[in-house]
Nanobody
Framework: QVQLVESGGGLVQAGGSLRLSCAAS????????MGWFRQAPGKEREFVSA????????YIANSVKGRFTISRDNAKNTAYLQLNSLKPEDTAIYYC????????????????????WGQGTQVTVSS
């Protein structure tokens, strides 16, 4: 019902920045809470950030708080994750996901709450 495609990943030096995009097609993006997760080799998939349907509520993981910012532009059917002050430990495949939520202000933080997933984009941070 909705397809998600991530872009913007790449190789950067520690301290650098990247802007990840998640373009949606199908049902309008405003129908979903949008989230970002990441997974490094040998590690569990980790919640990074999410933003409610309305855009009025966000959650950010403690590991990236103060460095990453989530946003959305429903008119463009696109969600974003701004990555600043990148560290080598941020290296992972980053996935965007869409969740049907009970209310417009709800922010989903569990992987199991998300209905649709993108293919992921690789972020590599060198030291």
């Amino acid at each position: 019902q909705v397809q998600l495609v991530e872009s913007g990943g790449g190789l950067v030096q520690a301290g650098g920045s990247l802007r990840l995009s998640c373009a949606a097609s199908g049902r309008t993006l405003s129908s979903y809470c949008m989230g970002w997760f990441r997974q490094a080799p040998g590690k569990e998939r980790e919640f990074v950030s999410a933003i409610s349907r309305s855009g009025g509520s966000t959650y950010i993981a403690n590991s990236v708080k103060g460095r990453f910012t989530i946003s959305r532009d429903n008119a463009k059917n696109t969600a974003y994750l701004q990555l600043n002050s990148l560290k080598p430990e941020d290296t992972a495949i980053y996935y965007c996901a869409a969740a049907q939520t009970y209310t417009a202000g709800y922010v989903a933080r569990r992987s199991s709450e998300y209905n649709y997933w993108g293919q992921g984009t690789q972020v590599t941070v060198s030291s």
